[in-house]
């Protein structure tokens, strides 16, 4: 088998193919999250702390020089990364709980019985011949 005709048949795959949507989802999502927290979330809080913008917040470490720009710890940005995380989390934990939720039902549900094999098949023919 070649190489090529090898990828093709595992690109092609359900698994890769479902992983593939699956990040592509996850970052669009993602992206939702994050205008969420920057832009609905976090200018509230910010006002109820009184005024205050998380994305400014900041601890200077060394002040600007002619040739070097300041050396800041942005603590407010990862404030809110940490925030989109726990949002992006929940969200998920949320989708696997009810995606578990629905396959028990699933399986909860009685199957139907199999359909008989061909050997019990014949040996009912049998049976059924015998007792004529």
Do not use: C, H
Not at 6 to 34: C, L, P, Q, T
Not at 64 to 90: N, R
């Amino acid at each position: 088998m070649s190489m090529v005709s090898e990828f093709k048949s595992f690109a092609m795959k359900g698994n890769v193919m479902d992983m593939a949507v699956g990040i592509i989802m996850g970052g669009a999502f993602g992206k939702i999250v994050a205008s969420f927290v920057n832009d609905v979330l976090m200018p509230p809080i910010g006002m109820l702390l009184g005024g205050v913008d998380f994305t400014e917040l900041a601890l200077t470490m060394k002040g600007a020089t002619a040739e070097a720009p300041a050396v800041t710890l942005k603590y407010g940005t990862f404030i809110q990364t940490v925030v989109d995380f726990l949002i992006i989390a929940f969200a998920i934990f949320m989708m696997v709980k009810w995606m578990n939720r629905m396959k028990k039902q699933e399986a909860a549900a009685p199957a139907a019985p199999p359909a008989p094999s061909n050997e019990e098949v014949l040996l009912t023919q049998i049976r059924d011949l015998l007792k004529k």
